[in-house]
């Protein structure tokens, strides 16, 4: 299950690989020519005193895209303010720049292309959870194999007679499946709302069967009070008119 899951991870961010390293070329691109400094760049334990100047760059826009987070150098821009005091609107406004264009890299490959790859690596972890069951009988089967030809190459068992069940695979919209997880979820909305739906047709039922019962209870009811009234006003008839007699 584990060689399954890694390897379809590999294999799905492979594409995001590209472009996020990319975007981290550009950026790293970008602060090189806006005259960003590397932060301890010229200390002796810097990080990248070692390194050519791109490759420098490359890391430190890298570190920053992961969460190793280094606000940007700006001595150059801040010297060059105290020796040209003319130019400071100018020296202020690319220092904004590279502070923008620093944010700009925090937000958009730490904070979308990282949840991007969060998102495609839990789409295959639900894809693989979702063949578990094939990958294990697949397993199974191949151990049956394996047991079946050994016994043979040792022993000479004879042929084992056996019946084959094979099924034709269901031709679904695959945009539709997103995960065991999701499958579940949805099957037991499902249920839950199919559940409403029959409850309340009972519901009505009973209240549609309870009317009628009280209806026809209070016909039958009526019906009868009315023949013992019909019964009595007989009998009175019939003692007035034995009475006159």
């Given at each position: 299950m584990l060689i399954?899951?890694?390897?379809?991870?590999?294999?799905?961010?492979?594409?995001?690989?590209g472009f996020f390293y990319t975007?981290?070329?550009?950026?790293?691109?970008?602060?090189?020519?806006?005259?960003?400094?590397?932060?301890?760049?010229?200390d002796k334990d810097s990080d990248y005193k070692e390194l050519n100047i791109f490759a420098a760059y490359?890391?430190?826009?890298?570190?920053?895209?992961i969460g190793d987070i280094h606000a940007p150098g700006t001595a150059f821009w801040m010297?060059?303010?105290?020796?040209?005091?003319?130019?400071?609107?100018?020296?202020?406004l690319i220092m904004a720049v590279v502070w923008l264009f620093w944010i700009l890299n925090q937000f958009f490959v730490l904070i979308v292309l990282l949840n991007f790859l969060i998102a495609i690596i839990s789409e295959s972890y639900e894809a693989v959870m979702a063949e578990s069951i094939i990958h294990k009988?697949?397993?199974?089967?191949?151990?049956?194999r394996s047991h079946r030809l050994f016994m043979n190459s040792?022993?000479?068992?004879?042929a084992l007679e056996c019946q084959i069940v094979t099924a034709a695979p269901k031709e679904e919209n695959l945009e539709d499946w997103t995960g065991?997880?999701?499958?579940?979820?949805?099957?037991?909305?499902?249920?839950?709302?199919?559940n409403h739906v029959n409850q309340a047709l009972e519901l009505k039922k009973t209240e549609m069967l309870v009317d009628s019962t009280i209806k026809k209870t209070s016909e039958e009811l009526r019906k009868f009070v009315d023949?013992?009234?019909?019964?009595?006003e007989d009998r009175m008839k019939k003692l007035a008119v034995e009475m006159r007699e």
């Open positions: 399954e899951l890694l390897s379809k991870t590999v294999d799905e961010i492979k594409l995001f690989a975007w981290i070329f550009m950026f790293s691109l970008i602060f090189q020519i806006l005259g960003m400094q590397i932060p301890n760049e010229d490359f890391l430190y826009a890298y570190r920053n895209s010297s060059r303010i105290t020796h040209q005091p003319d130019s400071a609107k100018e020296t202020s009988y697949e397993h199974k089967i191949e151990m049956n040792v022993f000479g068992m004879k065991f997880v999701h499958t579940i979820t949805k099957y037991i909305q499902a249920k839950s709302d199919q023949r013992s009234v019909g019964g009595v």
